[in-house]
Every structure is written in structure tokens, then in C-alpha cells.
């Protein structure tokens, strides 16, 4: 069985510019969580779907934004870009009604230049 | 709010060692309490985790101990190898909530 699975491992963006991160959740799972591990820092939550809508949100700006299709794959797009948020972007993956474990991808490194 | 608080940030251990790490909550609510392990540049995978049910659990060379009295928790690395080199992160979770709240990390390395 597949895990979750991100895309791009890599990807660098100049200050000011859109970055677009996709995640596909595991096989039957239909949360999706967004963090953010910036350099040497810890898991700050960045979003929450779960079945195609958007439960909560972290304490990150509007520009931080995303959505969960039909198939519970979902995107994360942020805005504006600044420096401060190179870092790996983790998604991760939670069965709604029984699972409580939720299950990581490998992440995207985000480098803003 | 800080709702887990982690300790050591750093732990250095030699091999064979035995390697302790902490984490403290202070929701009664949570009922879940899962340790993962980070390497570098790879995402967390799920550890070890435990139930307020029950006060140990364990999986190897890998313990949870809990306290719920205390409202604490801890992994134990039995044995620890330098493999075990990791960053390791406590959460807490609630069942049915979507809240996933997790400690500040443990950077761990076991010396050859």
C-alpha cells in the first residue's frame, strides 16, 4: 500500500513569487493535514481537510491557502512568498472515522531566494 | 498556549545507552499519545504509541511510560544505537477531534 505520497521534493521560488505543493493522501484516508517545518523548528499545523472541505487552519496568513479534491488529494498554495518560510512542508494523512494515527509524507523543501 | 511541553531539546547518549525523553500535557482530554521519529530530510514516521488505558507499551527496544496522574508520558530507547540518531516528536491527539499537537522535539545522538 502506498503512503502519502508529495510533490515536489524540491522547489525554489524567488521572494514574492507562488508556490503550488501537492499531496496524495493514503489509499482510503479522507483528512489531510498540512504542517510547516521551517529550518530547525518544529511541526506548526497549517491546515485541515477532511472530505473536500477546509476544517480548520493554523495561525498562518490568508496567503496560506489550499483545497482537497474529490479523490482527498490536496494542494497547498502560498502567496507572496517570503524568506522566513523556506522549510519542508509536510502532509499527512488520517482515516476520519477510526484512525487516530495520522501518517506522514516525505515532504516538500521549499527554498525562497 | 503550549499544550505538550517536550524535554531534553538535545539528548547525546552512547551506544548501548538507554535514552529518555519527556513530554508533559495538560488537556485530560487527550486520549492518544503517539512518538515519532524524524531523520533529517525525511518526514515523521509513526513510532511507537499509547492509551491512557494502559501505563506501558512496548515495542523493541522502544517503551512508552505513562502517567496519567501526572499528565505525562515518555519513550524509553533500550540499547540505543547510533541508528537511532533522529529527531524524535511527542503528540497528542483527542479521538474524533481533528487536533494533532505535537512537542517541540528531541534531537537524539547516539555516539559510536
Known amino acids: 500500500e502506498a503512503g502519502v505520497t508529495q510533490s515536489p521534493t524540491h522547489l525554489i521560488k524567488t521572494r514574492g513569487q507562488q508556490a503550488t505543493l501537492r499531496c496524495s493522501p493514503i489509499s482510503g484516508h479522507t483528512s489531510v493535514y498540512w504542517y510547516q517545518q521551517a529550518l530547525g523548528l518544529g511541526l506548526q499545523f497549517l491546515l485541515w481537510y477532511d472530505e473536500g472541505e477546509e476544517r480548520n487552519r493554523g495561525n498562518f496568513p490568508p496567503r496560506f491557502s489550499g483545497r482537497q479534491f474529490p479523490n482527498y488529494s490536496s494542494e497547498l498554495n502560498v502567496n507572496a512568498l517570503d524568506l522566513e518560510e523556506s522549510g519542508l512542508y509536510l502532509c499527512a494523512s488520517r482515516l476520519r472515522v477510526s484512525g487516530n494515527t495520522i501518517y506522514f509524507g516525505e515532504g516538500s523543501w521549499l527554498t525562497v531566494v | 498556549q503550549q499544550q505538550v511541553k517536550q524535554s531534553p531539546q538535545s539528548l547525546i547518549v552512547q551506544k548501548g545507552g538507554i535514552s529518555i525523553i519527556n513530554c508533559a500535557y495538560e488537556n485530560t482530554a487527550f486520549d492518544y499519545f503517539p512518538w515519532y521519529q524524524q531523520f533529517p530530510g525525511k518526514g515523521p514516521a509513526l513510532l511507537i504509541a499509547?492509551?491512557?488505558?494502559?501505563s506501558e507499551k512496548k515495542e523493541g527496544r522502544f517503551t512508552i511510560s505513562f502517567n496519567k496522574s501526572a499528565k505525562q508520558f515518555s519513550l524509553h530507547i533500550m540499547d540505543s544505537q547510533p541508528g537511532d540518531s533522529a529527531t524524535y516528536f511527542c503528540a497528542v491527539t483527542t479521538s474524533g477531534t481533528y487536533k494533532y499537537i505535537f512537542g517541540t522535539g528531541t534531537r537524539l545522538k547516539v555516539l559510536a
Open positions: 499509547i492509551r491512557p488505558d494502559v
